[in-house]
């Protein structure tokens, strides 16, 4: 993988982890309340996205497409976490 790549999807992980501390111990319910969380969710996934417009085009293409089946499969199997969002 370029050094350039590596970077980017290093930066993307990072975003990544510190979503998922923003959100640890939290329910639906807590998450729905707290509109700093969710602004600040919202930005970090924005953070992940630029970054992955960042990743070259050798990289991406390299990778399985993404498709709505799988992500809506990988939504129906956690749920319960992904409620937690």
């Given at each position: 993988m370029?050094k350039?790549?590596?970077?980017?999807?290093?930066?993307?992980?990072?975003?990544?982890?510190?979503?998922?501390q923003?959100?640890?111990?939290?329910?639906?319910?807590a998450?729905?309340?707290?509109?700093t969380?969710r602004?600040a969710?919202?930005h970090?996934i924005?953070?992940?996205?630029?970054?992955?417009r960042?990743?070259s085009?050798?990289i991406?293409?390299?990778?399985?497409?993404?498709?709505?089946e799988?992500?809506?499969?990988?939504?129906?199997q956690?749920?319960?976490r992904?409620?937690?969002l």
């Open positions: 370029p350039g790549d590596a970077l980017y999807v290093g930066y993307m992980l990072d975003m990544a982890r510190k979503a998922l923003l959100v640890e111990g939290k329910d639906r319910v998450f729905d309340q707290d509109e969380l602004l969710l919202v970090l924005q953070v992940i996205g630029e970054a992955a960042g990743i085009h050798e991406s293409k390299s990778q399985p497409p993404h498709s709505l799988i992500d809506y499969w990988y939504a129906e956690n749920r319960t992904l409620y937690r």
